[in-house]
């Protein structure tokens, strides 16, 4: 799941207009998904669905808010929105998976 958003992202990127640079690429993949994982480890221990709600939902806005930097230099202002739908929906996607490890 991860290596196909990664084409897709990198391809989006792309087509809007811009050159992205492999590092930041990477850091969108590594270092944004890093709290993701945190998640992952802690929904492993067996919490109550609620408690894996909110820490999805704590860590899906970790992994935003520390994207956003990445995909704000990589293409124009003007769509930005563009690329971030992407990413939120990869990131959604993944939150769900978090909630639904049992």
């Known amino acids: 799941m991860l290596a196909a958003g990664a084409v897709i992202l990198t391809l989006n990127v792309l087509l809007l207009g811009r050159q992205i640079i492999i590092f930041q690429s990477l850091s969108l993949l590594g270092y944004c998904i ?10 492993m221990l067996r919490p109550p669905v609620i408690a894996k709600v909110v820490v999805a939902g704590v860590t899906l806005g970790w992994s935003s808010w520390a994207a956003y930097p990445f995909i ?31």
Request: proline share 7%; hydrophobic share 60%.
């Open 34 to 43: 890093a709290p993701l994982d945190v998640g992952i480890f802690i929904c």
């Open 72 to 102: 704000s230099t990589a293409v124009n202002p003007q769509r930005k929105a563009l690329v971030l739908y992407p990413v939120l929906l990869m990131y959604v996607s993944l939150g769900f998976l978090i909630i639904a490890i049992d």
